[in-house]
Every structure is written in C-alpha cells, then in structure tokens.
C-alpha cells in the first residue's frame, strides 16, 4: 500500500511539476547579447498562465515586442517575436532553458543565417518600477523660437509598451506610436507638421517623483528641444 501511495505522489508531482515553475518564470528579466561586437541590453516582461507564455521585449531605439506562441514545458521556454532591421521585418525565435534565478536563451532568425545568446536574470522586485506611475495627463511647455509652447501628454502602459496622445501639436493631437517604458526611462515617436511637411519627432524621457523630464526633437537631429511635464 505504501508503494502506491508513493507512486500515487510522485506521478502527482510531475504532473503539476511544469505548471509550478511555469508560474515562476512570471516577472522582468533583463539581460545583455552581442549584435556585430556591442552589448546590446534587452527587457523581457513575461507573464505565465498554465503552459502559454505571453509579454513583451524591449530593445534600446526599438518599440516593444510581443511574444508570439509563448510555451513553457517544464525548464525549456519557447517563443518567437518580429523585429524590424533596417526596414526588413524578420521573425527571431527563441529556446531557453529556465533556472530559478536566470534564463538561458539561443534566439536567431527564423532561416538560421543570424543567431546568438545572453543570459537573462530575474529583476529585483522594484528594480523595473519607476518612481512614479506614468499612466494619466501630464503637462508641460517648451521654447520654440522664443515662444512657450504647451503641451498635454494622454500616457498608458502596459507590459513595457507606453501608447497615448500628445496635444498641443500644430497638426493636433498626435498618437504616440514605438512607445516603450523600461523602468524610470520612456521613449516614443510622433508624427506632426511644419510649415505644410511631416515631420518625425524622437522623445526620451524620465520620470521622478513628480515629473517627467522629456528631450525630444527630429529624428534625423537637425532640431530639439526639452521641457518638464508635470502630472495633473
């Protein structure tokens, strides 16, 4: 009877034994990998349910990524995202294998012709938490040729991704589109006009206690300006 009794158990514990560490894998990783000889750091946001894996990446100057057909079995992790390069959409897939503090990935594109690794390890509690929540209104103004310019930032997150509205634009409300929060730093592009003509603008910003400290201009740096936007 004993003998049944443990094998009773341990046929129990290896069935729920993926789903339990499936649950740990729930949380910010960060991570570094090497593209052409520069460390290139990388933020994954990951959310575990079951057996499906689902969150985002983020990459410096990239907009967030969402993690398509996410599974965890056990300690592999599998998953695959798209990314743009130099204006070529490609499907990079990724294979891990998880640890109680860290995992380890091999991830390249789809066809095999790039591929490398880095080692993500789980985030402290708090470290990926800015000072403040950015989701709500903000304003602020900044100098354009002398004159006070306002602005409104509309700001929400989700899982690394920042989506909203600017107003004040000459064009109007602009949609904020590649946004992506990564901790106390958040970046983002928006399309306005000049003078008749489009125009791309780059914003970087960090949030503190009470603010946000924006330097933004045109992407290709022929203009810029700063301003400090206050929550309503």
Partial sequence: MNFFLRLA????????????????????????????????????????????????????????????????DGDAVTFWINVDYEG???????????AADQIEFIFGTEDGSWGTSATMKRATEGAAKPAVDANGTWKGAFDFQGTSVPLIFHLKTANGALTGTVEGMSSGAAEIKDGVL???????????????????????????ATEIKFIFGTEDGSWGAELIAGKV
Avoid at 88 to 98: C, D, S
Wanted: glycine share 12%; hydrophobic share 45%.
């Fill in 88 to 98: 070529t959409a490609y499907k990079l897939v990724f294979k891990g294998k998880a």
């Fill in 182 to 208: 990564d901790g106390e730093n958040l970046r983002f592009t928006l399309m306005t006009e000049y003078e008749g003509s489009p125009v791309k603008l780059v914003y970087k910003g960090k949030l503190a």
């Fill in 9 to 72: 158990g341990l046929a129990a514990f290896l069935f729920f034994a993926p789903q339990i560490f499936a649950a740990d894998l729930s949380g910010t990783w960060k991570g570094v990998f090497d593209f052409q000889g520069t460390g290139v750091p990388m933020t994954m946001h990951l959310t575990v349910s079951g057996a499906a894996l689902t969150g985002t990446i983020i990459r410096p100057e990239a907009p967030a990524a969402d993690i398509h057909e996410g599974k965890v």
